[in-house]
């Protein structure tokens, strides 16, 4: 007898090619304090992920050693990274601002967005995202007044808007 017998084929996978719009963008980083009014570091995660094009796992899981401010730069090493690589991300005024601003509610952890003994989970950004996306009969829009997107999409919208202003392809 075969074990797959009667069971339904899975749904196919459909990529994502979300990218925001300006005005979806600017909806959205206004928006945020009342949106995430609950998670400030998500508040800022969501901003960084904007502003440095980085991968949200790599934003929540900053640590205040990867970043000099002097030079304005954030150096992950090979173990944060999705294909293992150490990687240096330049950070521009807003992004060293918004870190700066997450930094003074931390007090002494090595994390910058902090929980418990590590830092913020990933999947916790993602599902804080996910909820506030949850269309209902007083929001029609979401809490973000915008249709809905993923965490990914904020890296897909940064590096469209750059190749956009013509950065190099092997930069982006």
């Given at each position: ?28 980083w ?28 790599e ?31 330049p ?9 700066r ?5 931390v ?8 929980c ?6 990933p ?11 949850e ?5 029609p ?23 956009q202003?013509?950065?190099a392809?092997?930069?982006l």
């Amino acid at each position: 007898r075969n074990i797959m017998e009667g069971m339904e084929k899975p749904t196919e996978s459909v990529p994502r090619n979300r990218v925001l719009t300006d005005g979806e963008i600017a909806t959205l980083w206004n928006g945020l304090p009342a949106a995430l009014a609950r998670s400030v570091q998500c508040q800022w995660i969501v901003k960084l992920c904007l502003v440095t094009a980085q991968r949200v796992g790599e934003v929540a899981g900053m640590k205040r050693a990867e970043i000099d401010f002097q030079k304005r730069l954030w150096s992950l090493p090979g173990e944060r990274t999705k294909n293992g690589q150490p990687h240096t991300v330049p950070l521009s005024a807003l992004a060293t601002d918004i870190i700066r601003a997450a930094l003074e509610d931390v007090g002494e952890s090595e994390y910058i967005f902090p929980c418990g003994e590590g830092s913020l989970a990933p999947a916790a950004v993602a599902r804080t995202i996910l909820r506030g996306n949850e269309v209902t009969d007083q929001l029609p829009a979401g809490r973000f007044g915008i249709e809905p997107w993923s965490a990914h999409d904020l890296r897909r919208t940064a590096l469209t808007g750059m190749a956009q202003l013509g950065v190099a392809p092997i930069v982006l």
